[in-house]
């Protein structure tokens, strides 16, 4: 199985500053397409998971545009522009390549 | 707007067998490609299993931990899929979600049902 390994695990962040969180796979994400199958998550506490990011880079209808993915092959980030006390919860990474995995989450809180 | 709503959760003993539903509505249900999800304190979230549509034969994929005791099926009828769970396991404690499968991944999920495996 894939494994999908996001650092760090818990991300303390002031309202109105970037957040980084990374994302490794164990092996490439590229698959026989040509396409990457990475994708983001958010779950606010109590809800169920949201996707923010598909295929790397790309945003889900309605994710606010201070969302953004990056990365090839093996590595990979989220990157939020500047935080909103809505932004709070827990962030997943996913592939899609090889089946299904999840990263283990990164949890987000406001300092 | 798309809505996943699962249903059939619950308490049942180690042996026991489930049935979970999830109603679809929103989108073409017909073409779509589904998955069960569960999310465990102890596992985190885990891919259980996938169904093609109809139109792409509607063949079954199992994650390892389920195989041979757990079954989806669809009746693109009512728009509903369904989970099948046998020989349940105090491992198989989770919330279950219905998610669509969509550009490699789950695009949209329901509120998931949680299931109790205890005896």
């Known amino acids: 199985d894939v494994v999908m390994t996001q650092s760090p695990l818990s991300l303390p962040v002031t309202l109105g500053q970037p957040a980084s969180i990374s994302c490794r796979s164990s092996q490439s994400l590229v698959y026989s397409d040509g396409n990457t199958y990475l994708s983001w998550f958010q779950q606010r506490p109590g809800q169920s998971p949201r996707r923010l990011i598909y295929k790397v880079s790309n945003r889900d209808s309605g994710v606010p545009d201070r969302f953004s993915g990056s990365g090839s092959d093996t590595d990979f980030t989220l990157k939020i522009s500047r935080v909103e006390a809505e932004d709070v919860g827990v962030y997943y990474c996913?592939?899609?390549?090889?089946?299904?995995?999840f990263g283990q989450g990164t949890k987000v809180e406001i300092k | 707007e798309v809505q996943l709503v699962e249903s059939g959760g619950g308490l049942v003993k180690p042996g026991g067998s489930l049935r979970l539903s999830c109603a679809a509505s929103?989108?073409?249900?017909?073409?779509?490609?589904m998955r069960w999800v569960r999310q465990s304190p102890g596992k985190g979230l885990e891919w259980v299993g996938r169904?093609?549509?109809?139109?792409?034969?509607?063949?079954?994929d199992y994650a390892a931990p389920v195989k041979g005791r757990f079954t989806i099926s669809r009746d693109d009828s009512k728009n509903t899929l369904f989970l099948q769970m046998n020989s349940l396991k105090t491992e198989d404690t989770a919330v279950y979600y219905c998610?669509?499968?969509?550009?490699?991944?789950?695009?949209?999920w329901g509120q998931g049902t949680l299931v109790s495996v205890s005896s």
């Open positions: 998610t669509t499968d969509h550009e490699g991944g789950p695009g949209f």
């Open positions: 169904i093609k549509s109809e139109t792409d034969g509607g063949t079954t």
């Open positions: 996913m592939q899609g390549t090889h089946w299904w995995t």
């Open positions: 929103g989108f073409t249900f017909t073409n779509a490609w």
